[in-house]
């Protein structure tokens, strides 16, 4: 009697959906690499080359590394929480101002499927953008790699920190310019203030004890010591910190997609 | 055809009007438009300049704030060091670079996604249709690049005081750079807009063409810190002369003969003017 197939059985978690929604998430950049991967990487390596010929010569070491090999890696996680942050953000914004937004919130996807679906996508595109940043720069700067754990922590644990806040900007913003504002005034300073391209042992007391409420001292601070060794801080309390904000933002999304924030009517 | 309305004053002195008997109808002659359509280049110029600052947050606080951003964290960088660059003290050369880094980059942008958002949009119609002859039209894009490229120059000199609390040291020389820059870049924009097809392209020409060349121009470090060959080659860019020039006009002291820079630059917006004319006037990618 009857012929039509039966509906797929979907059990706790909806693996097929999830990965559906990780591979489009990943091939929406990947369609544009030059934008999204070639791009950061020929402007962070623009950042080593200009940093080094204008200060090489008046700064020679920072907390006893050579100023290159102490400044590539705080490059290379800039590029990374920057694009990890892009991907999400753009991603849902485009979404929502096209209306195509209900191509993911339509299908049967939870809201923490769907939280680590796109969450996952912006994470891959900072881990892509930091491996070729930093394949680009071995080829000037020759670094070597202190404790790999580490650099793997730091950089999976900062590119999703970012992209979770990715989409929390994503959800909330109604227009690209809302989008570019975060970008330009919060994301971009907390960028290139926290470390990146300073021990933050050279700012006033008052700002270095607010340096340690950043989270983003400590995603810098935790990937150059994996590769240098040297740290302005106890390496496992970065760890802690970031475990802890990441799990804060993935549960904050989690929620702003069950109530459907800005999202549904 | 609606006869335009009478003031409100008139309608309270003298009773109700009679109808439409205040002004003249509009007449329906074709205006004369001699040799240059004055109003037509003055309109296109301010549409496209009231365009961008609409977008003030995107085209003038962020390039001012990312100035900051930048002279913050190379003086953090170089903390106690102390570093002199072409005989300046390192914030005297820093900020003027920074100036003219803004001018360029945002020369280049005003055109470029100005004309690449028309074309994908359909609105390039505007433009192409109304009675601008081809010479208009790029003096037109250009004097609003470099009007542009001027108050973002200017927004971004103020945020660096703290960095460089010093009165210009050639004001006029430096409108006149900057000036020029923001020409000479805006064509360089207008050149870019028109060839490419999609974002991908305009982006890949700001990526990989633009921001690359005005760093390596001088805007960080003097020229003297590049090997030899490659200063040749820097030193025939007008890029170069550009912030060269604004930090004369800033800082008062140049590497290269402002003279010999406003030539440079001069010839160089000549040539890009002309290129500019060309494309518009044979239509390229915009008229089948």
């Known amino acids: 009697m009857t ?25 929406r950049f990947m369609a544009v690499a030059t934008q999204t991967i070639a791009a950061p990487m020929v402007t962070t390596l623009l950042f080593l080359a200009v940093f080094s010929l204008a200060l090489g010569r008046a700064v020679e070491v920072v907390n006893g590394v050579p100023f290159a090999e102490f400044l590539a890696p705080g490059l290379v996680m800039m590029a990374m929480v920057q694009n990890a942050f892009a991907n999400t953000a753009s ?39 930091g491996l070729a940043t930093l ?59 926290s470390g990146t391209f300073y021990s933050i042992q050279r700012l006033p007391a008052f700002f270095q004890s607010l340096a340690h409420a950043n989270p983003f001292f400590y995603m810098i601070d935790g990937f150059r010591y994996g590769f240098t060794g040297v740290t302005d801080t106890a390496p496992m309390l970065g760890v802690a910190v970031m475990v802890t904000i990441d799990t804060l933002l993935a549960l904050i999304c989690w929620r702003l997609f069950v109530a459907g924030y800005k999202l549904k009517a | 055809m609606t006869p335009r309305r009478a003031p409100p ?93 803004v001018v360029l980059e945002r020369g280049f942008e005003s055109t470029a996604y100005m004309i690449v958002y028309d074309k994908l949009e359909g609105m390039i119609t505007d433009v192409i249709g109304a009675p601008l002859t081809a010479a208009e039209m790029v003096t037109g894009f250009a004097l609003m690049a470099a009007v542009s490229a001027i108050m973002t120059g200017l927004a971004t000199w103020l945020a660096l005081l703290p960095f460089l609390a010093a009165v210009p040291a050639a004001p006029g020389l430096l409108l006149l750079f900057a000036f020029g820059g923001g020409l000479m870049m805006g064509l360089i924009g207008l050149v870019g807009g028109l060839w490419a097809d999609k974002w991908d392209h305009i982006s890949a020409v700001h990526s990989f063409v633009v921001v690359p060349v005005v760093y390596m121009s001088g805007v960080f470090f003097s020229l003297d810190r590049l090997p030899p060959e490659i200063r040749t080659v820097a030193q ?47 239509g390229y990618k915009l008229k089948p």
């Open chain 1, 91 to 129: 991603s849902l914004v485009i979404s929502k101002v096209q209306g195509n937004i209900v191509d993911i919130l339509m299908p049967p996807l939870s809201p923490a499927e769907l939280t680590i679906g796109i969450a996952l996508g912006g994470t891959t595109r900072g881990l892509i953008v």
């Open chain 1, 135 to 193: 394949a680009g720069m071995w080829m000037f700067v020759p670094f070597g790699i202190h404790n790999v754990v580490f650099v793997l922590f730091h950089a999976f644990a900062a590119s999703l920190m970012l992209a979770l806040l990715g989409m929390i900007g994503g959800i909330w913003a109604e227009k690209f310019d809302h989008m570019a504002a975060v970008t330009n005034f919060v994301i971009t300073p907390f960028a290139f203030l």
């Open chain 2, 236 to 282: 025939l860019n007008p890029v170069y002369y550009v912030i060269d020039g604004v930090r004369y006009g800033i800082s008062g002291s140049a590497e290269a003969d402002p003279q010999t820079g406003l030539a440079v630059i001069a010839a160089a917006v000549t040539a890009l003017w002309m290129l500019c004319w060309r494309l518009l006037e044979s």
């Open chain 1, 3 to 27: 012929d039509y197939p039966a509906p797929r059985r979907i059990g706790a978690v909806n693996w097929l959906g999830l990965w559906t929604l990780y591979v489009k998430e990943v091939r």
């Open chain 2, 9 to 101: 004053e008139a309608v309270s002195q003298s009773g109700p009007p009679s109808g439409g008997n205040t002004t003249p109808a509009p007449s329906l002659r074709a205006r004369h438009i001699g040799w240059l359509n004055r109003i037509g280049l003055w309109t296109l110029f301010l549409r496209d300049l009231l365009r961008d600052l609409e977008i003030w947050k995107i085209t003038i606080a962020a390039p001012a704030l990312q100035a900051v951003l930048f002279a913050l964290i190379f003086e953090l960088a170089l903390g106690s060091a102390s570093l002199t660059m072409a005989g300046l003290d390192f914030s005297a050369f820093l900020v003027p670079g920074l100036v003219a880094f």
